[in-house]
């Protein structure tokens, strides 16, 4: 039987401070009621000043480490559009911190589908055999990156991370990870980007004049992504659904990248998904980038919507632009 990754552990953290949409309100001109009403949105966990990526990214490692009962994997990847530093990579540091040894590390960077893209990399490590087990781990403070001043963004991000430990399996065991659908469109790349600060556009410095770079915050053309997220998402979860063999109305939970509540629902009318099968912890996290599909994963299996057995399937859209889906069993698990 053909070698497959299989999901044996799972864990998410978010940090503890909660910024409601009223304090916001008392800052920007927003009010509960619009982010509410255009967003489903209540509140975002927002990083202390001292955190970085790798804070979130350990706590939610460590606990799906512990989920998966292991204290060693071969890889770590990690999914982040905020690493700590532009260079080196994140992961390695989260490695190191976990205890992992010289567990090879790199990230990826696929924004708000880095999870899926991650998973997806890591399944193949397995699948090819140079990797028995890889701890995969979404992580991100867009806090760090949004404008102080753009309401439409601060509205919107809040900070998380979340993980899965991965092994080698069979096919057929719950947990185990089918084909993906992974795509890009590069012509996009200019909806959701950070602007400045990069080769394209780099830190100047001058003789007395401090470093600084022109447009350093993350920038989204919100409406048009909107439109663009509806459409790939619903149509590469029909896609693996359909690779599986299960019909829509065989789907028991859809896992989306949880951007705004608006976009959730009406991904799930586009398949003709009754929207109560939808994971939906975005009003209580707001969109947490490349932790946002394990975090719903655990809030879900929290709240006892997402159970073993289950036919699920994870779908995401992100800057890039970049969308995929993976379908799956769920496994019997208990979140670290
Ligand atoms: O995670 C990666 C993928 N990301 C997404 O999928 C996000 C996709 N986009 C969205 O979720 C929504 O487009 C937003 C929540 C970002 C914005 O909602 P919208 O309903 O698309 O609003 P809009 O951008 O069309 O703006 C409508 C109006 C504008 O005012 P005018 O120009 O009509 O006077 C905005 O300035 O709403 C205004 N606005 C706000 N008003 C109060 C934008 N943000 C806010 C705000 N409070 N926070």
């Known amino acids: 039987m053909s070698r497959t990754a299989v999901i044996r ?6 940090p503890p401070r909660i910024v409601t949409n009223d304090e916001l309100a008392r800052e920007l001109d927003t009010s509960d009621e619009w982010i509410r009403s255009r967003t489903g ?10 955190m970085a990526t790798s804070d979130l990214a350990v706590e939610a490692g460590g606990r799906a480490l512990k989920s998966a009962s292991t204290a060693s994997v071969d890889f770590v990847i990690v999914a982040t559009s905020t690493p700590d530093r532009p ?27 880095g999870f899926l893209y991650s998973l997806a990399a890591g399944a193949g490590l397995i699948a090819a055999g140079t990797a028995e087990s890889v701890l995969v781990l979404g992580a991100d403070t867009f ?18 991370a979340g993980g899965v430990v991965l092994a080698a399996g069979a096919p057929d065991e719950p947990g185990a990870l089918g084909r ?7 012509e996009g790349s200019d909806l959701i980007t950070v ?30 992504v909107f439109r663009n997220a509806v459409e790939r998402m619903a149509a590469s979860a029909l896609r ?12 028991d939970l859809l896992v989306a990248h949880q951007a705004n509540l608006r976009i959730m629902n009406a991904v799930a009318d586009r398949m003709r998904l009754p929207r109560e099968r939808c994971a939906v912890n975005v009003d209580r996290v707001g969109n947490t980038a490349a932790a946002s599909i394990p975090l719903a994963l655990v809030d879900a299996m929290d709240d006892g919507t997402l159970r073993p057995g289950h036919r699920v399937v994870l779908t995401a859209f992100g800057g890039g632009l970049t969308w995929g889906s993976c379908a799956l069993r769920w496994p019997d698990l208990v979140a670290g």
Do not use: K, N
């Open 143 to 160: 806090s760090t990156i949004l404008d102080p001043v753009d309401r439409s963004t601060r509205a919107v991000f809040g900070d998380g």
């Open 195 to 224: 602007p400045s600060g990069g080769s394209r556009d780099p830190v100047r410095t001058g003789p007395g004049r401090a470093a600084e770079a022109a447009d350093p915050y993350f920038r989204m053309e919100g409406r048009t």
């Open 9 to 14: 552990g799972i864990g998410a953290w978010v």
């Open 180 to 186: 993906f659908d992974l795509a890009s469109d590069g």
């Open 41 to 50: 949105i209540s509140q975002r966990h927002i990083a202390d000043p001292d």
């Open 240 to 251: 693996v659904a359909g690779a599986r063999g299960w019909d829509v109305g065989a789907v």
């Open 87 to 113: 260079c080196p990579a994140t992961a390695p540091s989260v490695a190191s911190r976990l205890g992992l040894g010289t567990a090879a590390a790199f990230d990826v960077g696929a924004v708000c589908t």
